[in-house]
């Protein structure tokens, strides 16, 4: 798997009005250590059920590692922190050790301290992306996130932390971007982005608030699926390209934007056992090759029909249409029973194979 993206909490200290999930906003009290806790009793076992290979070939045969992003909500506040997030990087230091994955953290950036990037470090994380730079998130408008850049930088500094471009925005205060670092750097490095126009994110996914608020500026050709984030190649584990999303309690999806429903619960179940069940189901696959239009064709809905569903008029009152609400349509109208279905044999097929394996002489 190229990519794990793996929202540990739904907390966070900000609501912004462009979140792609409604869920992403401040908990406070029993509310806060409910939702933390959806987080604590799943982390061991999704760790558990992720490959023990945690690597892929890219695109020249070489193999490389893993790259595990760790998100909010918010990481870093109060009641996460030493609850969740830091108890997660401790346990994926065991699981894997020096075979361990890439870890790259997401965070806001605006409540970073050097100790926060210190205890980040000293259990393993490579890269800190802070996520915050458009203008969006509210005190970050125009010149303000320059200044939050600036702040950052000064943190990093003592940590010989290297700077990443991704580009974005054209904005001379951004840095221009960088190669990717080679696979045995270590780092530690850091790095700026956000909803910024000319990014995989620019139109803003028609999901959550920025539904909501009818912030999406996506038109039937912006098509999510086939861009990095999206659902192309999520069955292509072990293959440059492959990435999937998990949720605080397990739930796995092929893309970050989330289906209607979930593929499956990596808390319960191996990602990997998911994952093959779904080759060669002809919506799966669809999705697989980022072509969604394609998800119904063979069981009699064609792409006009697809191109149809995905029509809608938005909670603003606008015209809207995008290949993830034809997506969302077909998941209700077929892959909900489907699932289930498939999820029914995956478990007997496993329940088989260990029954096989306990039979077996030990020796
Ligand atoms: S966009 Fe980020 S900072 Fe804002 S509410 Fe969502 S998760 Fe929190
Ligand atoms: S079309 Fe479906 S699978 Fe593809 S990115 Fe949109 S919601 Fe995800």
Redesign the pocket.
Known sequence: MEAIYWVLTWACHRRCKHCYDDRFRPYVREDLTRVVGEGQSAYRNIIANLPDDISYVDASGARKRTLMVLAGGEVLIDGVREELFYPVLEEIARRWGDRGPHISVQTTGDILTSDHIEGMLSRGVRTIAIASIDDFHAGLEGDRKFALMEHVRGLMAPFGAREVGLGGARDPRLKAPTPRPADDDRGPFFLFFGAQPDLWIGELWPRGRAWANGLSEATYET???ARW????N?LNYGRAGSEVALEPGGSV???C????APLGSVAEERLIDILDSLKGHPAFEA?NA?D?EAMGVSAGWSREAYRDASTVTDPKGRNFAN??I???AY?AAHLGDELAAIRARRLAAVKARDAKLSSLPSV
């Open positions: 098509n999510f699926c984030s999206g659902g192309k999520f999806y092929p893309c934007l989330k289906t209607k999705i980022g969604p290949v993830c034809g997506c969302d998941f």
